[in-house]
């Protein structure tokens, strides 16, 4: 018989770790997931067939930011019990639970111990101080080696950075995002004039606004290339309107604001890369995996990528595409410089790195892989 899933998630935004849960849940119609709150993400998983509920206690619990300090948390501590209790209640009529990310996974991780229900982690984050307090780090680790029956990561990068914090070794599963893309047949031109996009050489970031993810490095890589321009898809998902109207502010300063086009969240970024010279990856911190890289690669177009955290992984340390130091504008220039025009060795750059993502990072070994887990947690409760 199949295992009862109950799939636990904080938000109702949809970024690349939901994405990634809107794939895990696909052969678990049926089953059931809890959100802290409403958002799009409700619709995404009720579409896939999973009985969505939403928490009675989510409100301001996303105020609570990855590094808050015990006295921003403490004002949402009653909140965070409700939904302990809420999460408790609702394991008891499955046999496993599911947190993605980790203010699930920490509320979980309690409920699931209370209860007795094998829970398993899906991880996509590196917990290193560039990405968390010492105070939530001690906590995650804490809770993930004495609640969780596996820990998944999408990386090796992920499963190191977990271990170096102290996390038990034996607990992780190394599971790579699967990307389902099938590919895009129009040329660069034709999506161009449908999608409205400048003319000319033309680069491409795609990421959620957040300062680690790098989106100003770019901005001062272009004010160095007066002939590229640029698209920006993506926005402020998780409370960083400061540093959007910050990017906002830079092209006016940088006077590249008629180089550069805010296109806000879009829903169709594969075809968006296939229409650019070049997709950028920016980030300045280590990435747990970036599923951008996979995209651009599945896209056939050139990527440059901040060699941190999983990028060199993927892009196999520079043979499926460019990578250069973080935060480093010149030498993101130069590498702009590198990829338009095009060059025959680039092209060929190009056609391996998508036979890599075809064959390394596609969405059924990464079903395979999470199935599987859920399915031995189960049995392992029997
Ligand atoms: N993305 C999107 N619309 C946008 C910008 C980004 O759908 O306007 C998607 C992007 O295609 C990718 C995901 O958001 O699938 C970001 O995933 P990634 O692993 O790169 O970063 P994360 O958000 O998980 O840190």
């Not at 998902?237 to 550069?260: H, N, S, T």
């Not at 993927?314 to 590198?338: C, F, N, R, T």
Request: aromatic share 6%.
């Amino acid at each position: 018989m199949s295992p009862r899933v109950l799939f636990v998630c904080h938000t109702g935004s949809v970024s690349g770790a939901e994405l990634v849960l809107l794939d895990v849940v696909q052969p678990w119609a049926g089953q059931s997931a809890l959100l802290f709150e409403d958002g799009p993400l409700n619709q995404a998983l009720a579409a896939r067939g999973l009985n969505v509920r939403i928490s009675r206690w989510g409100d301001g619990l996303n105020d609570v930011r990855r590094n808050s300090s015990f006295a921003k948390v403490a004002p949402v501590i009653g909140a965070m019990y409700g939904i302990v209790a809420e999460v408790a209640r609702f394991a008891r009529k499955h046999d496993v639970v599911y947190a993605n990310s980790q203010k699930a996974f920490v509320l979980s991780a309690i409920a699931a111990k209370l209860v007795g229900r094998p829970l398993i982690w899906h991880l996509h984050d590196i917990i290193s101080p560039a990405h968390f307090g010492k105070m939530q780090r001690r906590v995650q680790v804490l809770l993930a080696n004495h609640c969780t029956i596996k820990v998944v990561v999408p990386s090796k990068a992920a499963a190191d950075a977990f271990v170096a914090e102290g996390g038990r070794r034996e607990l992780v599963a190394i599971v790579p995002n699967g990307l389902d893309i099938s590919p895009e047949t129009q040329t660069s031109a034709e999506l161009r004039g449908e999608l409205n996009l400048p003319q000319g050489p033309l680069i491409g970031v795609f990421s959620r606004f957040a300062e680690w993810k790098g989106q100003h490095v770019v901005l001062q890589a272009l004010a160095k290339r007066p002939g590229v321009s640029c698209i920006i898809a993506g926005s402020a998902l998780f409370g960083e309107e400061a540093y959007e109207r910050r990017l906002q502010q830079m092209v006016q300063d940088l006077d590249i604001a008629d180089r550069v086009h805010f296109l806000g969240q879009r829903s169709d970024v594969p075809r968006l890369m296939r229409a650019v010279d070049a997709v950028i990856h920016p980030s300045i911190d280590p990435e747990p995996f970036g599923r951008t890289l996979v995209e651009a690669m599945l896209a056939e177009v050139p990527v440059i990528a901040t060699d941190a955290g999983a990028a060199s992984d993927i892009l196999e340390g520079g043979k499926a595409g460019m990578l250069v130091l973080p935060g480093d504008s010149d030498a993101l220039a130069q590498a702009i410089d590198k990829v338009i025009p095009r060059s025959s060795e680039l092209v060929e750059q190009i056609n391996y790195a998508a036979i890599r993502a075809r064959s390394h990072y596609g969405v059924a070994q990464m079903l395979d892989a999470t199935s599987r887990l859920i399915r031995q947690a189960a049995g392992d409760q029997a």
